[in-house]
């Protein structure tokens, strides 16, 4: 049971370039989310999913897409990178049904843009 | 889900009971209280949750008032590991959009 994992751990893009990150979980949860860090800040949420195939905006969509298309995994696109999105992306996940809900987190994703 | 209110940043002596404050008073009565920490630049690591009980696990104690608008988390012997922010949010599975607020600076001093 590896938990959250995250692809890849390290990046440094060019401006105007894109990519995708990639998170994966195996506890069969159905809500995953996609956060970003900046330096010495909270996390704010970019997006999230409460099933396969679904989506929602958080508090900072601009500049990133999203896909479920599987329930393990949930990827977060970068179509045009910008310096502005250097940051750390954390992704989590939460089972789903009544009760706890413990947000399980991945180790994190350092994207530098230059 | 209903805002958070948490100080900045708190010390705590090493050995000492941290007390760390969370007020919620709009917190509805689906919401848990939840509190995880970040210890540098590694990911939230869960700690404790409650919706109108007191609870205690090998980690923490969290004591919520009668009324929920407010929670204390209790680490009762803390290291100089428990060093790192500590996060409280109120959410409910319904709402399903799970924001984090500012959080709390814990230091533990030798």
């Known amino acids: 049971n590896a938990g959250v994992t995250q692809t890849p751990k390290f990046r440094v893009l060019k401006t105007g370039q894109s990519m995708t990150l990639l998170c994966a979980q195996d506890m069969n949860h159905e809500y995953m989310y996609w956060y970003r860090q900046d330096p010495g800040m909270g996390l704010r949420l970019i997006h999230y999913s409460v099933g396969e195939g679904t989506t929602a905006k958080g508090e900072v969509p601009d500049g990133y897409n999203v896909s479920r298309l599987k329930k393990q995994n949930f990827l977060l696109g970068l179509e045009s990178a910008a310096p502005s999105q250097t940051s750390v992306y954390f992704c989590a996940s939460i089972w789903g049904g009544s009760g706890n809900h413990e947000q399980y987190f991945g180790p994190g994703t350092r994207l530098t843009v230059t | 889900d209903a805002k958070t209110t948490q100080p900045t940043s708190m010390d705590c002596a090493e050995g000492r009971a941290a007390n760390l404050p969370c007020n919620h008073s709009?917190?509805?009565?689906?919401?848990?209280v939840y509190w995880y920490r970040q210890i540098h630049s590694q990911g939230p690591q869960y700690i404790i949750h409650g919706l109108k009980n007191n609870e205690t696990n090998e980690m923490a104690s969290l004591i919520i008032t009668e009324d929920r608008k407010s929670s204390t988390l209790i680490l009762p012997h803390a290291t100089l590991r428990d060093t790192a922010v500590y996060y409280c949010?109120?959410?409910?599975?319904?709402?399903?959009?799970?924001?984090f607020g500012s959080g709390t600076q814990l230091t533990v001093l030798p």
């Open positions: 949010i109120a959410f409910s599975g319904s709402a399903r959009q799970l924001t």
């Open positions: 709009t917190i509805s009565g689906n919401e848990y």
